[in-house]
């Protein structure tokens, strides 16, 4: 199954093909990259397929080995999920929109 | 007369009508520019205050603040009560840059009675596409005095004070306790931690903005029981993560609406009106125009600033190190400070304009970004941008082969904006066999400065 399509972001990224197939242990989440984030990624959204009843933490890392630079900011960032405050350890839904926001210092 | 003729009268006269019309133009101007400070003199002469009548009522207002301030009044849920809590608080803006700008024009025009501005900064030509306070008159003046001065030809009726100098932990607490509201418009980390943990020491609401790129971010910290910044980011960013503007550039109206929003905060806070947007953080994002405002952690118990158990005391804030604690500097200093390689890896301004004069075949790197080299570049230089240099680093074999040199000649330079990335560059030249490329010191803008003044800085 096909990853869900963000709709119309800059960085649209699709080519993230898990290797779990099974539709029934796998969902798929949107994730938002803000600020420092996107300049390390060099995207504002991908979508991912992660298993069924990830967290945000999980869902971190397997970010991590797909942009390993993201590492520069892990420590130092907020997480929401679908606008509403999360840390590590709340869990994911099909769907779910993960917002990786560190902090911008400029002005 | 000849037709020819006629015709060549006609553009002679047409010529000098132009001339006098434009002469015209100037001198009407000049006559403009003399009659508005005429007018401004006669006006500090009669001064707007001393005409200022008696308090009307029980809210305080004279007849002329009503007047000025009618459009507040009018509305139903801010009223003659918010003005008055307006008129009566006080308010604190740190910067006078980009966020800033807008965040003290809108602060004094609303009618804050007293209205800080905080800033070590000096004008300068650079600032004017987004640090809408300045005019092209105060560059080279303190930021401080041409904001002040702003504020005052808008409203005279407030107390604007002038705080002329950086915002600093042994200052600082000083300057927040004279105010009832703190808006950070800085530019850097540790400001940010400083004034945060300020606030928190002092019990003062701050209401915090941020911009760069076509991004911004906005909240409000420890306000109504909220988080402070320590509670949501504890651990600052590395230094890589924390770019300024003078490096990644900004759109000028980002900040500038950012800045808006902050004020409105600021002006929903002093007025005691409205919801605030403690809990909630606002990130702007301008190139997909939307705003999305998502919910932030709750006060954290373990906080270092505002938890159960605080490191911080008024006598530890004065001293703690902020510059060294986010390994971040407070001024950007704008200019090399890497130093990754030995003498004789680097090469000075001067001595590259030598070798350009005595014709030596050599081969100069660019490895700024293509957006950079599009803005101005040294003739003859190859653009690889840093990140993309292993990957092509054929393109430095050819270029060397063309003029007759292999990868082990002291003919392969590299420049960049400030001498910081041509040095990490150079180190990936050495790695790869490059074993005597050079880098060149302090970057285009040294060449700026030492060789040819005529190159455009950026
Ligand atoms: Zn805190």
């Given at each position: 199954?096909?990853?869900?399509?963000?709709?119309?972001?800059?960085?649209?990224?699709?080519?993230?093909?898990?290797?779990?197939?099974?539709?029934?242990?796998?969902?798929?989440?949107?994730?938002?990259?803000?600020?420092?984030?996107?300049?390390?990624?060099?995207?504002?959204?991908?979508?991912?397929?992660?298993?069924?009843?990830?967290?945000?933490?999980?869902?971190?890392?397997?970010?991590?080995?797909?942009?390993?630079?993201?590492?520069?900011?892990?420590?130092?960032?907020?997480?929401?999920?679908?606008?509403?405050?999360?840390?590590?350890?709340?869990?994911?839904?099909?769907?779910?929109?993960?917002?990786?926001?560190?902090?911008?210092?400029?002005? | 007369?000849?037709?020819?003729?006629?015709?060549?009268?006609?553009?002679?006269?047409?010529?000098?009508?132009?001339?006098?019309?434009?002469?015209?133009?100037?001198?009407?101007?000049?006559?403009?520019?003399?009659?508005?400070?005429?007018?401004?003199?006669?006006?500090?002469?009669?001064?707007?205050?001393?005409?200022?009548?008696?308090?009307?009522?029980?809210?305080?207002?004279?007849?002329?603040?009503?007047?000025?301030?009618?459009?507040?009044?009018?509305?139903?849920?801010?009223?003659?009560?918010?003005?008055?809590?307006?008129?009566?608080?006080?308010?604190?803006?740190?910067?006078?840059?980009?966020?800033?700008?807008?965040?003290?024009?809108?602060?004094?025009?609303?009618?804050?009675?007293?209205?800080?501005?905080?800033?070590?900064?000096?004008?300068?030509?650079?600032?004017?596409?987004?640090?809408?306070?300045?005019?092209?008159?105060?560059?080279?003046?303190?930021?401080?005095?041409?904001?002040?001065?702003?504020?005052?030809?808008?409203?005279?009726?407030?107390?604007?004070?002038?705080?002329?100098?950086?915002?600093?932990?042994?200052?600082?607490l000083d300057i927040i306790s004279k105010y009832d509201v703190?808006?950070?418009?800085?530019?850097?980390?540790?400001?940010?931690?400083?004034?945060?943990?300020?606030?928190?020491?002092?019990?003062?609401?701050?209401?915090?903005?941020?911009?760069?790129?076509?991004?911004?971010?906005?909240?409000?910290?420890?306000?109504?029981?909220?988080?402070?910044?320590?509670?949501?980011?504890?651990?600052?960013?590395?230094?890589?993560?924390?770019?300024?503007?003078?490096?990644s550039g900004v759109l000028g109206v980002v900040p500038g609406?950012?800045?808006?929003?902050?004020?409105?905060?600021?002006?929903?806070?002093?007025?005691?009106?409205?919801?605030?947007?403690?809990?909630?953080?606002?990130?702007?994002?301008?190139?997909?125009?939307?705003?999305?405002?998502?919910?932030?952690?709750?006060?954290?118990?373990?906080?270092?600033?505002?938890?159960?158990?605080?490191?911080?005391?008024?006598?530890?804030?004065?001293?703690?190190?902020?510059?060294?604690?986010?390994?971040?500097?407070?001024?950007?200093?704008?200019?090399?400070?890497?130093?990754?390689?030995?003498?004789?890896?680097?090469?000075?301004?001067?001595?590259?304009?030598?070798?350009?004069?005595?014709?030596?075949?050599?081969?100069?790197?660019?490895?700024?970004?293509?957006?950079?080299?599009?803005?101005?570049?040294?003739?003859?230089?190859?653009?690889?941008?840093?990140?993309?240099?292993?990957?092509?680093?054929?393109?430095?074999?050819?270029?060397?082969?063309?003029?007759?040199?292999?990868?082990?000649?002291?003919?392969?330079?590299?420049?960049?904006?400030?001498?910081?990335?041509?040095?990490?560059?150079?180190?990936?030249?050495?790695?790869?066999?490059?074993?005597?490329?050079?880098?060149?010191?302090?970057?285009?803008?040294?060449?700026?400065?030492?060789?040819?003044?005529?190159?455009?800085?950026?």
């Amino acid at each position: 199954m096909a990853a869900e399509e963000p709709k119309s972001e800059k960085g649209y990224d699709d080519d993230d093909d898990d290797d779990d197939d099974d539709e029934t242990k796998s969902v798929s989440v949107n994730v938002l990259f803000f600020a420092r984030a996107r300049d390390l990624t060099g995207k504002s959204v991908v979508s991912l397929k992660i298993p069924c009843g990830s967290s945000a933490g999980s869902t971190m890392e397997r970010l991590l080995c797909m942009f390993p630079r993201l590492q520069e900011i892990c420590k130092s960032m907020l997480l929401a999920i679908n606008e509403e405050y999360a840390d590590e350890s709340t869990l994911l839904k099909h769907g779910d929109e993960l917002a990786i926001i560190p902090p911008l210092s400029g002005g | 007369m000849e037709r020819r003729a006629i015709e060549e009268e006609i553009n002679k006269l047409q010529v000098e009508k132009l001339r006098i019309e434009s002469r015209i133009i100037s001198l009407q101007s000049q006559l403009n520019q003399n009659g508005q400070q005429k007018q401004l003199d006669d006006k500090n002469l009669s001064g707007w205050k001393t005409t200022s009548s008696p308090p009307y009522g029980d809210h305080g207002l004279s007849k002329e603040l009503i007047y000025r301030y009618s459009r507040h009044l009018l509305l139903p849920d801010f009223g003659i009560q918010g003005q008055a809590n307006l008129l009566n608080s006080s308010i604190l803006v740190v910067g006078a840059g980009g966020l800033g700008s807008p965040v003290a024009l809108y602060l004094a025009a609303c009618g804050v009675g007293r209205l800080g501005i905080v800033d070590n900064d000096i004008v300068e030509l650079n600032n004017l596409q987004r640090q809408i306070i300045h005019t092209e008159a105060f560059i080279g003046k303190h930021k401080v005095e041409s904001a002040a001065a702003a504020c005052r030809a808008i409203n005279s009726t407030i107390d604007v004070i002038e705080h002329k100098g950086a915002l600093l932990a042994v200052n600082a607490l000083d300057i927040i306790s004279k105010y009832d509201v703190v808006v950070d418009a800085t530019d850097n980390i540790p400001t940010r931690y400083m004034i945060n943990d300020g606030c928190v020491l002092l019990n003062k609401p701050l209401v915090s903005g941020a911009a760069l790129g076509l991004e911004g971010q906005l909240t409000i910290y420890h306000y109504n029981g909220g988080p402070c910044y320590r509670c949501l980011f504890p651990t600052p960013p590395p230094t890589s993560a924390c770019q300024r503007c003078s490096d990644s550039g900004v759109l000028g109206v980002v900040p500038g609406i950012i800045g808006c929003l902050q004020a409105l905060e600021a002006i929903k806070l002093a007025s005691s009106v409205g919801v605030s947007l403690s809990g909630r953080m606002l990130l702007f994002d301008a190139l997909s125009a939307r705003i999305r405002t998502v919910k932030i952690r709750e006060r954290s118990l373990n906080c270092d600033a505002c938890g159960e158990n605080p490191i911080f005391t008024k006598k530890l804030f004065r001293s703690f190190d902020y510059e060294n604690f986010t390994e971040t500097p407070i001024f950007d200093l704008s200019c090399e400070n890497l130093m990754l390689l030995s003498k004789e890896a680097r090469g000075s301004s001067n001595e590259y304009e030598e070798l350009l004069n005595n014709g030596k075949p050599h081969v100069l790197l660019d490895v700024r970004p293509a957006h950079h080299f599009q803005i101005a570049s040294l003739p003859n230089s190859i653009n690889i941008p840093l990140p993309n240099i292993e990957k092509e680093l054929f393109t430095i074999d050819s270029a060397l082969k063309e003029i007759g040199q292999c990868k082990e000649t002291d003919s392969l330079y590299v420049i960049c904006r400030r001498g910081n990335d041509s040095q990490i560059a150079v180190q990936i030249l050495h790695q790869n066999g490059y074993s005597t490329a050079k880098d060149l010191i302090g970057g285009l803008i040294s060449w700026a400065n030492l060789v040819n003044c005529d190159f455009p800085i950026y």
